[in-house]
């Protein structure tokens, strides 16, 4: 019995950690290439990886802001789409934005790992 509830409270800390901050959206790496042969302007598109990762292998319109970086000095104005290679830590960076007053900001579920 002790271990089924055991399983259960770490099943509930993964399904925790992987829902989305309020007010951040979500997208899908399918989304994003629609987005993106649409050429929006007005948003910014960040990388949150390590320079190491984001040089083998990124997407070119993205720039690299590794998580952690100095995220005030972007136009908050913008609309931002945050990726990084599984989703975890580009939805940390985009609680961090949120947290800077930045308000139309959407995280890419499944990262660099989904892009195809």
Do not use: R
């Given at each position: 019995m002790v271990w089924i509830i055991i399983a259960a409270v770490?099943?509930?800390f993964f399904v925790l950690r992987m829902k989305g901050a309020k007010g951040v959206n979500q997208m899908t790496t399918a989304?994003?290439?629609e987005q993106l042969k649409k050429k929006p302007a007005n948003t910014i598109y960040l990388d949150v990886r390590t320079p190491a990762e984001y040089k083998s292998r990124h997407?070119?319109?993205f720039k690299n802001?590794?998580?952690g970086?100095?995220?005030s000095t972007l136009d908050s104005s913008k609309k931002v789409?945050?990726?990084c290679q599984s989703g975890m830590r580009s939805?940390?960076?985009c609680k961090q934005l949120?947290?800077?007053?930045?308000?139309?900001i959407t995280n890419v579920r499944g990262g660099m790992s989904a892009w195809r």
């Open positions: 770490v099943v509930l989304d994003l290439k997407i070119k319109e802001m590794p998580l970086s100095n995220y789409v945050v990726i939805m940390q960076a949120k947290k800077l007053g930045f308000s139309d």
